[in-house]
């Protein structure tokens, strides 16, 4: 059965691309379009879609107040197109907070033009967000983690598809800059010395819930990577550092790790850890080779070469399998590898990757994961 989808933008040119762009896929029907937010509120209602695609700036009612209103009245999966600007940051942000499941730049530009990769990327979107879980509605059918394989025989390899980015997140892992001991606090006896969370779709309202509930003195660094791009991460720091007891800031090149301080890696580049002079991190161009910039398996990988086994890894919602070779890493060098379960998950994509190979010591919902990060440290 095609996902039905209705459009709501208060630009008709830009309805009709839209409209014309999710057309050229069998699995997508348009079934209606609307040119402000009331309109949107009313034909959810009356069209029931499986995907709204939705603007934020409309008249006679915004984005962010339609999709308040649909969340409360029929609750569907929506795609908000958002500026890449520090206040489109802001208003996307909102908008995930309010019940969006995931965002795509506006740019009539980009839309004007007869892309093959914008095609693809839009009717990939609209396909995940289908699938995705939000509250109050029943979550789609999706594939549940196989079975894990007896501890005895643990998957050593990596599906053909991953081939590649594995041997250069090994190679970037081994980089002179994170090659470096193993970084030991004042506190030497606790078990982990760094927190990594990876995540993407799903990610920030996650991420916020998490880190509000941690307490100031929390005494381990965290590092978070959040597939974002590069104008909306600094808001989004900004944005948790805020809400948060602890600090939350923008990692920039050569920051020191320090206890109760989350750093954000900065979107369209990798985040790598450096385990010398009491722990720092470095920021490096984002590699054309990786789909992902930042990539948390990047991340995660120079981790395990610069802290070996104290460090706690966490993968979150999100679509795809990064995260998957640098919990691989992490696990060969013993430290911990802990996924969100599937029901709490908005796109299931990134943890059911780990757990599928195995690297998951602990499967973990939301709502517990803070204290259960409290205990651990």
Same mark, same amino acid.
């Given at each position: ?258 206890? #109760?301080?989350?750093? =954000? !890696? ?7 850890? &450096? +385990? *010398?002079? @009491? ?28 802290? #070996?086994?104290?460090? =706690? !890894? ?7 399998? &990064? +995260? *998957?070779? @640098? ?44 204290? *259960? ?5």
């Amino acid at each position: 059965m095609a996902i039905r989808v209705l459009i709501v933008d208060d630009s008709g040119f830009f309805r009709r691309r839209v409209s014309e762009i999710l057309k050229t896929d069998p699995q997508i029907e348009v079934v209606g379009t609307a040119d402000n937010g009331r309109e949107a509120v009313d034909k959810n209602l009356e069209l029931k879609p499986d995907v709204i695609t939705m603007d934020y700036e409309m008249p006679v009612m915004d984005g962010i107040t339609a999709l308040v209103k649909i969340m409360e009245t029929h609750p569907t999966p929506v795609l908000m197109f958002s500026s890449l600007t520090h206040e489109g940051a802001r208003v996307t942000l909102d908008a995930l907070e309010a019940g969006a499941v995931d965002y795509l730049p506006k740019n009539f530009e980009d839309i004007s033009r007869n892309s093959a990769e914008l095609r693809k990327t839009l009717c990939d979107r609209v396909k995940a967000v289908a699938r995705s879980h939000i509250p109050g509605k029943s979550r789609a059918a999706e594939p549940a983690p196989s079975p894990a394989p007896a501890p005895a025989a643990p998957k050593t390899t990596a599906p053909p598809a991953a081939a590649k980015p594995k041997k250069i997140i090994h190679d970037l892992a081994s980089n002179e800059a994170v090659a470096g001991k193993v970084v030991t606090y004042s506190r030497g006896s606790a078990r982990h010395k760094l927190v990594a969370i990876g995540t993407s779709t799903g990610g920030p309202v996650a991420l916020q819930k998490v880190l509000t509930a941690l307490p100031g003195n929390f005494p381990t660094p965290i590092l978070l990577i959040q597939h974002m791009p590069g104008t909306f991460t600094k808001a989004f720091a900004e944005r948790l550092h805020r809400l948060c007891q602890i600090n939350v800031k923008e990692a920039e090149d050569g920051d020191q790790l320090k206890p #109760g301080v989350a750093l =954000l !890696a900065p979107g369209g580049k990798q985040l790598m850890v &450096d +385990g *010398r002079g @009491g722990g720092t991190v470095r920021v490096l161009a984002g590699d054309e080779r990786l789909n992902y910039k930042p990539c948390v398996d990047v991340t995660f990988g120079s981790a395990a070469k610069a802290f #070996g086994d104290k460090v =706690l !890894a966490v993968v979150l919602t999100g679509m795809g399998a &990064d +995260g *998957r070779e @640098g919990a691989r890493m992490l696990k060969a060098k013993g430290s911990k590898v802990w996924a969100q379960d599937r029901e709490s998950c908005v796109i299931f994509g990134m943890p059911m990757a780990v757990i599928n190979a195995n690297l998951a010591d602990e499967v973990v919902g939301l709502e517990s994961l803070s204290q *259960r990060l409290v205990e651990a440290i």
